[in-house]
């Protein structure tokens, strides 16, 4: 079935240091790749999205790269702070999908001091 | 400029009841989706309404259905609650349908007993 997957359930990590959270995804044809951060009692945020015919794209603080040969979407994260301290999602959007998110399960990042 | 809103925050209701959750847009957009997120799991898709009709709907079974009014609001009715309907519930909304773009709110907590 349609599945975006996650490597790792929570990830520690000390402040200051570089984060990389992994996304495993099965649907080679989908068009945009889409990280999401969701803090405590809110709703998921936008990142970072990707699309599938690139392998690499930055924004502030972060980067998302992507390995279609092995179907792999990672998130990295430059010196970590505590605010970063969230679950983030990935989620890949087939457009032959009827417009929707296929999200993965979710990492649990936490910074500590 | 005011996000996407939900309401209510939290709902609680007896297995069998109804239960009905509200959703307002962002001003402009005219497309809105449902989502369920129960706990420890990823976001699932439930239904997506653009311009008042409903455009795609996901593995939910029928008691899950919703509207979308001329205004671009959209209500979610879960009917016939059953204790596995307990999750938080995230409405999105995009100009047009471009979800990748898509704003999400804080949801409504509903939990079923």
């Known amino acids: 079935g349609e599945s975006v997957g996650l490597h790792l359930p929570t990830l520690s990590v000390q402040e200051g240091d570089n984060s990389i959270i992994n996304c495993a995804y099965s649907?080679?044809?989908?068009?945009?790749f889409i990280w999401y951060k969701q803090e405590s009692g809110k709703g998921p945020q936008f990142i970072i999205d990707i699309r599938s015919n690139m392998d690499k794209r930055q924004g502030q603080r972060v980067t998302v790269l992507l390995n279609k040969t092995v179907k792999h979407l990672s998130l990295q994260i430059a010196a970590t702070q505590p605010g970063d301290s969230a679950v983030y999602f990935c989620?890949?959007?087939?457009?032959?999908?009827?417009?929707?998110?296929?999200f993965g399960a979710g990492t649990r990042l936490a910074v500590h001091p | 400029e005011a996000g996407v809103t939900q309401s209510p925050t939290h709902l609680i209701k007896t297995r069998g009841q109804q239960a009905t959750l509200r959703c307002s847009p962002i001003s402009g957009h005219t497309s809105v989706y449902w989502y369920q997120q129960a706990l420890g799991l990823g976001l699932q898709f439930l239904l997506w309404?653009?311009?008042?009709?409903?455009?795609n709907r996901g593995n939910f079974p029928p008691r899950f259905s919703g509207r979308q009014f001329p205004n671009y609001s959209s209500e979610l009715n879960v009917n016939a609650l059953e204790l596995e309907d307990s999750a938080l519930y995230l409405c999105a909304s995009s100009l047009g349908d471009r979800v990748r773009l898509a704003f999400f709110g804080q949801g409504t907590r509903l939990t079923v007993v």
């Open positions: 989620a890949e959007i087939f457009s032959g999908g009827y417009n929707k998110l296929i």
């Open positions: 309404y653009d311009e008042g009709e409903e455009r």
């Open positions: 649907n080679s044809a989908s068009d945009y």
